[in-house]
């Protein structure tokens, strides 16, 4: 299952999500979704688990709680079809 995780501290790394996680099962992937052009976190990441029981668990376990002395928002991300679509780029 693939978890969104939003709300992160700009320090925060892959590392520290990674441990969050695994203490809730397999961490398959954890995917920290950095600014291009300065490289810098932009505050939110994606956690893939293999076992969506174990994926609950985290999603019940780490929603609204601190890491980094934030407050995670964790819930299950939607598919890239479902989310709405942004204006024209020009």
Do not use: F, H, L, Y
């Given at each position: 299952?693939?978890?969104y995780v939003g709300n992160l501290s700009y320090n925060s790394s892959e590392d520290d999500l990674r441990q969050a996680f695994a203490e809730f099962g397999a961490v398959s992937?954890?995917?920290l979704i950095k600014d291009k052009f300065t490289g810098e976190s932009k505050g939110f990441a994606f956690v893939e688990m293999a076992s969506n029981s174990e994926a609950e668990a985290a999603i019940q376990g780490l929603n609204d709680k601190q890491l980094g002395g934030r407050n995670l928002k964790v819930n299950?991300?939607?598919?890239?079809?479902?989310?709405?679509?942004?204006?024209?780029r020009y």
């Open positions: 299952m693939n978890i992937e954890v995917n299950q991300a939607k598919p890239r079809s479902d989310r709405p679509q942004r204006g024209p």
